[in-house]
């Protein structure tokens, strides 16, 4: 393993990390290890949709964000500590392990006894503690590993937030999160508040990463981070129009075809080119 820049950003805002991430896979040539944490968000993988995902009622109080990589959806508030490798690679792309080895042993330094599943999360017993996604830019050989760490996390929020209150009748190819039990790291060792875990994090990971430097982000960074959130990270383009097509059914027995957000085909020829949004009630 190359050594790496270990970053921490100051943001904790969703739309900011997640272009932080884009804009540092695209625009260096670095090997990055990358700690954030977000405000309350839902965080949907790149294949998802978020009307079969995610509680989308008009009074929800967290963001909704489509993220680069696959997978499913997860949780973020100030207690789940995010981090990301973002690796230079000419082989071997997919290697979960690869990153996720380095925090789970960690975690065993720390008392918390894990272990890594099939699926490439860290468990505590039955209970989920970390999901893990990567994305791959094989036109740049780049590499975007990132996961997530629940320590001490509103669960009550988190179980509330990852699925509609009323399942909608949808028929898509999009990816479907795989639900587990989960469990804060906290509950199972008590390292006190997110930051000081957080520090621990970062103090111990050095025995099994080879760090180079702490860096900051710097102005001319984050100026080019806030540009792709405004054109991309915080757009219902990106958000929901990314979905991939689905049909949907209404009570009434009326079928929509819905792409990039909008509908496609309806008997209502009127609601041509609406956003599906409109259609439906949440609450």
Known sequence: MNPFELYISTSTNAHENLALEEHLLLNTQKDILLFYRNKDAVVIGKHQNPWK?????????YQVVRRLSGGGTVYHDLGNINFSYLSNKKTDFV???EHIIPISNVLTELHIENTISQ????????HKISGNAEHVNSSINR??????????????????SIRPKVALNIKTH???SKRS??????????????IHFLNLLIKKIKH????????????????????LVQDKYQNQEWNYGHTPQFLFTDPYNNQYKIRKGKIVEATNQELIGVDFEKILNHD
Do not use: M, W
């Open 181 to 194: 039990p989960v469990i804060n790291i906290r509950e199972i060792y008590d390292h006190g508040d997110t």
């Open 174 to 176: 999009a990816v479907d």
């Open 95 to 97: 290697n979960f392990k």
């Open 143 to 160: 590499v975007l590993h990132h996961g997530t760490l629940l320590y001490d996390s509103n669960l009550i929020n988190l179980n509330g």
């Open 119 to 126: 699926r490439n999360d860290i468990f505590t017993g039955s």
């Open 53 to 61: 995902e995610v509680d989308l009622s008009s009074n929800r109080k």
């Open 208 to 227: 099994y990463i080879p760090i180079q430097c702490i860096q900051n982000i710097s102005p001319s960074t984050l100026k080019q981070v806030h540009k």
